[in-house]
């Protein structure tokens, strides 16, 4: 956590380093209690041509880390010296959820639910301020990577606001499973990051607590895509074979019983309306509560942990777009 001192800095200051090459940094954030410096590492690709800067950010919590296998793989192989702009990526936001492994931040709290943060606030609101002030004001455009919680699966899936040009075309270019148009909510990184007129779009790469190669070798190209598109790199667009699942919408279903979960449908399926989704058994094995698709839609993640309490996640349902 503690940085070496000769790459410690309080700052993002583009000036200060040498164009067509990578620099590997440490921003100081906050302070631990014996207080040592908490770092986050930044990773400044900084073209040999000016151009635009492409903010790429991974474990905002601190367990979802296919998005630091993703940042490594991509950064190892960009040739800095034939990029026009910049790339500022951060393989682990949250720093003391990542070191215990866990999702939320010490004192709790989700910090997607409250950026930008708050400059006077408590342990998480001034840890959420300073990365947002310290990182994202310096980007163009964002992609956050992100993964399913612990105990559930995802699809490779995009939350995007698809009625915003810009976005929609970066999520198109992420050749996903699915799509899930979702404007951007307040408190989310997200959100903060466009309510600053930043384009961001959310990657939901697959399951927590885990490096899943195939599906961190699809986001690779897919952010190879954008980087294309974006005009950052020569380079030729891979499209997917697979159409993508659009989706206007989407809500979880709960359980409304307790006792043992069994969900059936895998991600990216599509079940029917009054499809049987999933079982309940009480602790005999005796089955007390079926549960049946509610209308026709796409999983885009799932429970997979049996272990349930009344108001439970059963499974992630796609509205499909008419
Ligand atoms: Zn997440």
Known sequence: MLGKPANLIQDIDFDL???GKT???WLHLIDDPLGNAVAIPVILVKGSHPGKTLGITAALHGNEINGISIIQRLINEIDPTAFHGNILAIPVVNIPSFTNRKRRFVDNVD???IMPGNKKGNV??????RFF????????????????????????YIRADMKNKITAKLAKLQNPDIIVHNPPADGTLRGAASALNIPAITLEVGNPNTFQKSM????????????????MMEGTLVADETPVIRCSGSYWLYTDRGGILTV???????VEKGEKIAVIRDIFGTIIKEYFSPERGVVIGKSVNPVNQTGGRILHLGVLRK
């Open 133 to 156: 002030h310290k990182v994202i004001k310096n980007i163009d455009y964002l992609l956050d990577l992100h993964t399913a919680s612990t105990g559930r699966i995802n699809s490779f």
């Open 216 to 231: 961190i070798h699809t986001s690779i190209t897919g952010i190879y895509n954008a980087i294309f598109h974006l005009g």
């Open 17 to 19: 380093y040498e164009s």
């Open 23 to 25: 620099h590997r940094l």
């Open 111 to 113: 910090l997607n639910h």
């Open 264 to 270: 059936f449908p895998a991600t990216t399926k599509i």
């Open 124 to 129: 998480s609101g001034v840890y959420a301020y």
